[in-house]
């Protein structure tokens, strides 16, 4: 049985108040024992959710991360500050990072070796553009960021990742995939990871959907057979809507 996860990304949204409002108001809800639930606050939100969210299951996620150890790299954060605040999990790859930072499956592959040496489990975010949807090249380009990025590591690592598929052209649109699409794209994920590994894996690996999932869409989504959960924006930042998503397997 894979694991079903609703993580909550945050953003660039929510200054210390808003933050502590937010939490209390998820922590004022009750989650489904067969559910992870993470929230994805901005780095300086961080050691305030961890402390916050001690004595619940909601767990907190980095972002972002930087794949040096330390070092003349400003405005950045490594795996050990973040590790130091008690965060365990980073988002890696997301599409805003690829757009606006020009992170691309090179600089994310050394993320990636730099966060599972720390020992950190991995949110690693990929999925194509509009116009590579539109031209049908939607397959090509996701076994690309996938091949390049993670196919290179042993199976062991494997037990540190979940994937985020993401399609562009749904985040933060309003414009979701159809459940039709998204288990189409699942499946072909789980595939390309059985070729490349074995079934065993593939079957393990959790793959969540993101791009504008609702409380009004979420369990249709949900139910597709692999979709194990999902990565949400705009709706993460209202507890009512996020709490129903969490609720909607
Ligand atoms: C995201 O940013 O990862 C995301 C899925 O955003 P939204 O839910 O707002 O589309």
């Given at each position: 049985m894979r694991d079903q996860i609703v993580a909550g990304n945050w953003k660039m949204n929510?200054?210390?108040h808003e933050t502590q409002t937010l939490l209390t108001e998820l922590k004022n809800h009750n989650k489904p024992e067969n559910v992870r639930?993470?929230?994805?606050?901005?780095?300086?939100?961080?050691?305030?959710s961890v402390s916050l969210l001690a004595d619940d299951a909601i767990t907190v996620a980095a972002q972002n991360m930087n794949a040096a150890a330390s070092g003349a790299y400003t405005g950045e954060v490594s795996s050990s500050m973040l590790k130091g605040v008690g965060v365990?999990?980073?988002?890696?790859?997301?599409s805003e990072r690829r757009s606006l930072y020009h992170e691309n499956n090179a600089s994310l592959a050394d993320k990636v070796n730099s966060a599972l040496e720390a020992e950190m489990e991995i949110i690693f975010c990929f999925g194509e553009q509009l116009e590579e949807r539109k031209s049908n090249r939607h397959f090509d380009v996701v076994k690309a960021q996938l091949s390049e990025?993670?196919?290179?590591?042993?199976?062991?690592?494997w037990s540190q990742i979940v994937l985020a598929y993401e399609p562009v052209w749904a985040i933060g649109t309003g414009e979701t995939a159809s459940?039709?699409?998204?288990?189409?794209m699942h499946a072909f994920i789980r595939k390309l990871i059985q070729d490349q590994y074995n079934e065993t894996l593939a079957q393990e690996v959790a793959i969540l959907y993101g791009g504008s999932v609702k409380p009004g869409n979420a369990q249709e989504i949900f139910s597709m057979e692999d979709v194990?959960?999902?990565?949400?924006g705009g709706a993460s930042l209202n507890a009512n809507d996020f709490m129903a998503i969490v609720n909607a397997f």
């Amino acid at each position: 049985m894979r694991d079903q996860i609703v993580a909550g990304n945050w953003k660039m949204n929510n200054d210390q108040h808003e933050t502590q409002t937010l939490l209390t108001e998820l922590k004022n809800h009750n989650k489904p024992e067969n559910v992870r639930v993470m929230v994805a606050p901005a780095f300086t939100q961080l050691s305030q959710s961890v402390s916050l969210l001690a004595d619940d299951a909601i767990t907190v996620a980095a972002q972002n991360m930087n794949a040096a150890a330390s070092g003349a790299y400003t405005g950045e954060v490594s795996s050990s500050m973040l590790k130091g605040v008690g965060v365990k999990t980073v988002i890696l790859g997301h599409s805003e990072r690829r757009s606006l930072y020009h992170e691309n499956n090179a600089s994310l592959a050394d993320k990636v070796n730099s966060a599972l040496e720390a020992e950190m489990e991995i949110i690693f975010c990929f999925g194509e553009q509009l116009e590579e949807r539109k031209s049908n090249r939607h397959f090509d380009v996701v076994k690309a960021q996938l091949s390049e990025a993670l196919f290179s590591l042993p199976t062991s690592a494997w037990s540190q990742i979940v994937l985020a598929y993401e399609p562009v052209w749904a985040i933060g649109t309003g414009e979701t995939a159809s459940p039709a699409q998204a288990q189409e794209m699942h499946a072909f994920i789980r595939k390309l990871i059985q070729d490349q590994y074995n079934e065993t894996l593939a079957q393990e690996v959790a793959i969540l959907y993101g791009g504008s999932v609702k409380p009004g869409n979420a369990q249709e989504i949900f139910s597709m057979e692999d979709v194990d959960g999902g990565l949400i924006g705009g709706a993460s930042l209202n507890a009512n809507d996020f709490m129903a998503i969490v609720n909607a397997f």
